[in-house]
């Protein structure tokens, strides 16, 4: 079993920046698979970022260039940094888990672009 807490979400202009952090409620040192996704009005919750079993990276097409995913084990958080925002990122924005089988969803935090 494992909590996640979002933050770091907010409004910010067309052009800006946001880091958004996921703080586990245990050691992630073991866990492969952490990601963040996103789900906007009306629409499917998406992937954005992610790290896969194999260790490596993932991304959205929609974000490649823009966001990176990183991880500081040491102290149990996730973070996605977000530059160049766009409109069409507002959405609330999820991390994610899968522990052995079983998918962990945070709270979730919004992310509004918007002048």
């Known amino acids: 079993q494992v909590q996640l807490v979002e933050s770091g979400g907010g409004l910010v202009q067309p052009g800006g920046s946001l880091r958004l952090s996921c703080a586990a409620s245990?050691?992630?040192?073991?866990?492969?698979?952490m990601g963040w996704y996103r789900q906007a009005p009306g629409k499917q919750r998406e992937l954005v970022a992610s790290?896969?079993?194999?260790?490596?990276?993932d991304y959205a097409d929609s974000v490649k260039g823009r966001f990176t995913i990183s991880r500081e084990n040491a102290n149990n958080t996730v973070y996605l940094q977000m530059n160049s925002l766009k409109p069409e990122d507002t959405a609330v924005y999820y991390c994610?888990?899968?522990?052995?089988?079983?998918?962990?969803w945070g709270q979730g935090t919004q992310v509004t672009v918007s002048s």
């Open positions: 994610s888990t899968i522990l052995p089988t079983r998918r962990f």
């Open positions: 245990r050691s992630i040192s073991s866990i492969n698979v």
């Open positions: 790290f896969t079993s194999s260790g490596s990276t």
